[in-house]
């Protein structure tokens, strides 16, 4: 039984004793003043509960609130993680693309080459090697480029 059932079960009895009884006022006047004193302490009491129970229900709402951030803030980490991953594969692969079509234009420039004799067909390939260098350079740049834009988005 809760605490204020028990404080006014020997009230009610009493005035259920006493029902068949006609009181002086002194009497009435006691067990008024008796009565609003238990109710004030019943309402106290119940003040009292609603008070710890809100503040119980504020602790489980901050509780709650932390673990939704933690989930979220888990959730976003593990997402950048999977989406620095296919930055970097994404990289590789783009720089394999790359390095095919430098490679793919050197053998072009350099079939050109083959109708030229001597020194002109020395300068030719001399140039078709050097912008394949200078192709790869780049591919390779591009490459270092995206690794570290991934790995700055985790």
Known sequence: ???????ALPLAMLL???AGCQNTASETADD???????????????KQEANQSSTQQ???L???RQDYADASREARSDMAVAEAKVMEVTAD???KV????AEGRHDVEAAKCGVLRGAEQDACIST???????DLAQAQADRDHAVVVAENHR
């Open 58 to 60: 504020d602790g489980n």
């Open 16 to 18: 259920a004793l006493s």
């Open 98 to 101: 790359a390095n095919a079509e």
């Open 93 to 95: 692969e783009d720089y």
């Open 32 to 46: 008024v003043a008796d009565a609003r004193q238990s109710a004030r302490e019943n309402v106290d009491e119940a």
């Open 62 to 64: 901050t509780d709650a």
């Open 128 to 134: 078709a090697d050097a912008q394949l260098a200078a």
């Open 1 to 7: 039984m809760s605490n204020r059932l028990m404080r």
